[in-house]
């Protein structure tokens, strides 16, 4: 399994990150250069333990369709979505959020796993891990420039557990 951990300090209280966070219209807004769109949204419009929401963007040309669940919310600590349905053989995105003297922490852990065996293992290695870290450091970003209504900084890549 590739696992990479993206942390990025947000100069907003806890709970209105993590409120954030929850946001699928604001997770859309993040997504908009893939194209990123929901197929499915999340009964009453805000993710809440269980939701399941069907994303289709394009990545690498490619469309795709991921389905994900919402999971062990724990307010305003963190949350776990997991893909149910789509290209990932296993993919667990945790994202957690503490006090920090300047706003709040947030960590992205995400670990994933493509299929095809030895070959999706070489494709994460080679491809994919930098592709996903990108991609979710252009959400956090996203998170930063409308919770704080400037640029921010760039989120911090931490040197993953695993290769």
């Known amino acids: 399994m590739a696992r990479f951990v993206l ?22 807004r993040s997504m908009a250069a ?3 769109t929901m197929v499915e949204a999340p009964a009453g ?16 040309g490619i469309p795709f369709r ?3 669940r919402v999971f062990d919310i724990d307010a305003p600590r ?3 979505d997991r893909q149910i349905a789509g290209p990932f053989a296993s993919f667990l995105h945790e994202h957690t959020f503490a006090e920090h003297p300047q706003g709040t922490l947030m960590r992205d852990v995400v670990t994933f796993r493509s299929p095809f065996g ?4 070489l494709v994460d290695r ?9 991609v979710i450091a252009e959400r956090n970003r996203t998170l930063v420039a409308e919770l704080t209504r400037s640029a921010g900084p760039e989120p911090q890549t931490s040197t993953p557990d695993t290769p």
């Not at 907003?12 to 929850?22: D, M, Q, T």
């Not at 419009?45 to 690498?60: D, K, L």
């Open 7 to 28: 942390e990025t300090v947000i100069a907003a209280p806890v709970a209105e990150v993590f409120a954030a966070s929850l946001d699928p219209e604001l997770h859309v």
């Open 34 to 36: 893939h194209g990123e």
């Open 45 to 60: 419009g805000a993710f809440t333990e269980g939701s399941t929401v069907t994303w289709r963007a394009r990545h690498f």
């Open 66 to 68: 991921l389905r994900s």
């Open 78 to 80: 963190g949350f776990r």
């Open 118 to 121: 030895p070959l999706g293992r």
């Open 126 to 134: 080679v491809i994919m891990r930098a592709h996903l870290e990108r």
